[in-house]
């Protein structure tokens, strides 16, 4: 079994190559998904109050997922001594982007519920790369035949924002309004919104709307107070979990690049051990990340810090499937 | 008389202060304009098809343009010995920014379509500061009862694309749209599209259909080739012209700040010429500048050049009117 | 009762608008200042030592404070629910900048005292937005009559650096010179000093100086150990307060863009943590938060961390005082 | 016939989608090159005698390369009335990078050999991304065998230094060394070295070298004393051309984002008319553009540049072979 | 006694002056170091696996140092009462930099060992700024007759990856082998390796052999869970160091200029106080710090950090000494 | 006779090495200057009216200085065939900087006065790098005993701005000055002002005055137009000049880099080619190039034309003297 690329010819340093995802093939035909995770670019910025360039997002975190690649087979990780994503046990496609029609939010966002549908359709696990955190509201809505068919889903949000406006000034599909939409749907079962702190879009109204139906919000101090274990305890056990990360539910000390941050935020075992609980508690069938914007990311530590989270992220999901 | 701010107590340099535009009055009240040339911010990005970020242009372009507030009263030039803008003159106000609404194209360009109509219902010049080119469009909408009342507009355009896109897949008012939106109203009798170069979104059939509706196409090689002089010449003396500045048409040696900078651009002496010499062959009845994007803009370069050139040019059709 | 801008009719995102402090109205008469809190920009920055620029601290601060206005009517804090800073309870004005004339400190320092006796003579609460630490020094010297009337002012100085430099080489006035200058005043009845660490202008005189003089110093170590709530407790209680804060007591992950940065500094929830504390045990009667300087601020992140202080302290110190 | 992308149901925006050059077909295999034109990256750039960092040159051009893809058929050039680049008259393939191997400049240029010399095999074009200007010394080393069957080659030199150096310190393939090793080919038959200006490593015994051995040697102000007409006409006709472009050949003014910047070079239209009329002139066999540092181009200009001079110089090198 | 530059005329504002390493003397006379300790440039980033800019290193930590030159004589700590670094206790020396020839790794290398060899011969601390975390093999080749003469030496590193590579692709020099190459030293006695974390180009076989060579591996994880106190007891007592600081160590929040960032790294504190006691357990003999690369480092923190390190760090190891 | 520093062992590439200006000895001690050219920074900045930042202007010149020293003897110059600057027929050393008070405008000037003094008694050309132009003010201050011996000076300024302001708000020694203050020295012939364009800090009045005093005004068209001969022909013939070159005249696209940057300047071979012509007309007797901000400089494109200008300037006087 070969199973390194420098085995094969090539030494493959991060900076060598194509970007695609963390170098996985690309696969331009949606019609013929044979993965076990497939990625997919929501390029759309034009939800947010802001700064936008999130639409750069999925460029920004491909090509920093490239560092990540060091050509080997898998990920060793000493502090608990596995091999995650060897070639072997998992595979990854990156299908490229949705397409985004510029001034129309409604078409860009039905082109990336559709890509959501093709991946679901294919048995895969769908990794959403934004664009804005609009984009959660196609990736959701392109879940209700797979909850039809294995049931209800719970959401688990990392983000510094609620992200819970009903409607204002006609807008129901902005970055402030997904959670809301979420909420509405009838397959998904609850909300974790953590890492929720300072004023955002979202009004005292939309809390109390957000609790009344069914959120859990904690705060990252309330979190910290808590402990992981804690916190981790309060998500249904053995549920279907979509995971969506806004990155500025990370602090701007190491998130610098995203449109709209918050001091105070998560660091970032704080969130990796989170998520690597989650994977263990339930399944996770689907995650998008989003709000990167790389031009405001000078030292490129937002984008390595999205691509180090999904490779982590991904890897413990895979791991916790193979068990 | 009191002719200068510093004679008042304050030597006002231009770090010190407030950013409207050129440190002049700050008047929100849109029903009681009272200035011969007011200003209005068109903070409005999501007609962009590569990089955003012109919704920071008016604040760029504000923050900037007090670089040329020294306290003096009016802009002495040396070059032709003529004091511009000084306060007995000319009256400037500041109306702040059209309000815009994300994710909705259409309201948020009906929101400055409403700035326009009221400046021009007080019978200021409008100096609109985009914004992406798309919000040419609510500006020249704008002027229908204004040119039902004086007579036709003469559109200039100083940009690297020709922006002459009719529609495609469902886009009619986006930043590729804004000349063929212009070219097909009744009250405008023609169009002179100057510094147009290289590859865009508008194709050949474009290029065919603004040349069939009146337009008059030149590149930057052919005006150097041609002169200001006979460039000008070009251009229907007497009229009443509207001047549409995309900041792209500049080189992006001096115009870095902007969504879709194209390189052999003009440099700044050959616009201020050719809009100087438009001042005094007509009469400049609106102007917008767009596509600055401050983000892009780490050095401020470009926001200098937009405030400088917008100053001049006021200063010019002020001192051209006054005759 | 209207409560929101866009109950009015405009959604009035964070990025439109003119930037006064919070986009509360901008009142250039300072003869006439009707508000519970007054905000004053101190664009001084030749009192440094090593990088300029804090001159556009006012400015950035500004810009980066609309980020926190989205047009609702106060803020919502989920953690303690409470609405605070609503229009109804608190009324604050921008009054714009104090005047600077550049090679003379003396002057500049004249006219930044003249604009703190005036918020003092109205009864408001100033805030000032240096500048570097300097302008901290006429600030003082302002409240004067202000304590001959209400009683004497404790200093609580959120810093990395002590600034208790006596004279040397003939400086007085600059920006390691303000707690001295401070200290030396009848009417400050003492200093708690908080976040000092690592060498800087001070020397080992100047800390024995301030101990003797009756100052209280900790490090960010020292305060951790200790915990906020011992560290405030140490604070006399029921006194009035002046609070100043050097952005450099935060950690250069969050505050990059300062002059003197300085490693090991405080965490966002550290200082409003300490500084919530304050407005409880006491009135607090004046702020300045100094030494932001924007174009070492590539992301952004030192003006939305000063505004995101001062709007969060504000609020605080205003609902305190409606109990 | 299809012909635009948006005929087929996406519009592709430039921001959307992964960035191989110019949105080209991506082809790893080298085994099976069906193409006209072939892109290669070589992102080696210890040769490097100032600023590294042309590693990130492929990912750069690609990356901006994509500008240029609006989803049509073809570039249409007003200027000239011609569309360039039809997909049904030019076929571009994509083949990614050569394997760098870091520590090692004998591998890393024996990669980038093998890659120009697959592409020659298949008969399609070279275009090769650098890397440092030493990444010209495998591709010259490559045309050995396709010299013997057609011809020797000429080498068109577009930079600011000489790189004549022939061996100081055992340093015998840095990028001050390519030009002097294709002079040393047999194949070789003379040099074109425009834009050469101000001090490098080449000293005086370089220059002479240099022209005892065939080199024409002209700087920016010759050339544009010359004018371009008699420029091109001191460059062999009908020879069969390589092309090497040094980004810094050009001005820091639009080509910041390189190593070693020297100022007073060319600006976009001189270089493009050049190359334009070379296309003319002879047959071009081999295309490299190196030096594009992406780190130090913070608003995107130099890699933009690089992109756009290869699209149209591609664009009119396939036009004449048409004819 | 003058102690300060101040008392002799100069304030000497650390912006001022010529940057040397904490504008200690320049000594470019080799052959003739007299002093305590000696700074040594290593600018050689040719060993690097994704971005460059190491080469900068030594003078990006040299102008931060001048940040903690205030004139005075001494440092003084006010958390322990120290003055560190006298004049009159401590002389410190900066060499400049050893020669390095592009393209070639060998001879770069040995430059590098033959300064740290003359550093060593004339009984200084040599402190050697990098440069990519290759240049520790040179330093600890200079080692083997100081060794011979004063026993083993053990590694002491702060590092997020373990570069523990031994051979591929041919590369045994590079940035991925140097603790490698020191564990095969006779007089290396052992190796700490603290911080280290995620995927890197070392793979489990890699870790296997580090322990099987001696090696104690922490993360920041288990440093944090371990306590300052009980890492540092693992450390064998009284011994000989070698402290090799990769920047990359600390987290991406505080060190963004590096090659390659690796979030979850340490904070200032946390290295300071493992460090600090490392100074009082046994004999610091040798010092490097790595991998900052000041053209990704826009604020200037991560040249500021490597600086205070360095600083303190010598410090606490001259006043150890001392007593 | 050994040339060049590579036949001594050092290949000593651009980036090794302490940064003095063209990596020059460094020479602390002023009492015992012998050179033919002596290096003063001044590194003052308080005397700016918009964005400061100059005091970093010796550090950014004296780095990007290194990038034209490749360890030659001299430098070749393939247009005019002469080698410059060989280590036999010049001596140039660098001093240092004067030193700086903060918040005291007399003070700094009287050190960089100092210093000048120092130059001009050892019969050293000072070449001063600022610091805002306001450092011109004690430079001028320097020559009277100089110009008793030898006779007046003749001012050459290469500016965007005329600095002719008398006393405004009590500043008579600001960066808006120094022509004024120069015009009024009895050993001052006459100024010619090359590149004065737009708005400043002077007034009417003060063109007025500058004309009154003698000054020969030119603005960058005006210059262009009459062409770089006749434009020296204007300057007297024989004289001793002194050059001032406030980087702001060149244009923004290549200096970005300075305080008070206005589009429209010079491009580099417009001044080269003017101050060459100087160089053989009469004699330069001192230089001051002024207002570089590397801060402002992302690119380095300022820093390096400041180096690249300077070096190619002493290299033609000291030309045109051995003559």
Known sequence: MVSNSYDTGRLNL???????????PYRPDWEAIDA????????????????AGARFGPRGIREASTLFSFGH???????????YLSNDEVKIVDLGDADIVHTDTEASHANIEFGVRKILAANALPVVLGGDHSINIPCINAFDEDCARN????IVQID????FVDVRHGVRYGHGNPMRRAAEKPYVSGLSQFGIRNVSSTTREGYEAARSMGSDILSVRQIRALGTGAVVGRVPVGARYYVTIDIDGFDPSIAPGTGTPSHGGFIYYEVLELLAALAKRGTVVGIDLVEVAPDYDHSGSTSTLAAQVLM???????????K
Chains 1, 2, 3, 4, 5, 6 share one sequence.
């Open 14 to 24: 991060p900076f060598v190559g194509i970007c695609t995802f963390g170098k996985y």
């Open 36 to 51: 076990d995770v497939a990625i997919l670019g929501a390029p759309f910025d034009c939800g947010t109050q802001w700064r």
């Open 73 to 83: 087979d898998g990920a060793y990780d000493h502090e608990d001594g596995v091999i």
């Open 151 to 154: 049931g209800p889903i719970h």
């Open 160 to 163: 510094a924002h609620l992200d």
């Open 312 to 322: 982590n992220l991904i890897g413990r999901i895979m791991h916790a499937r193979k």
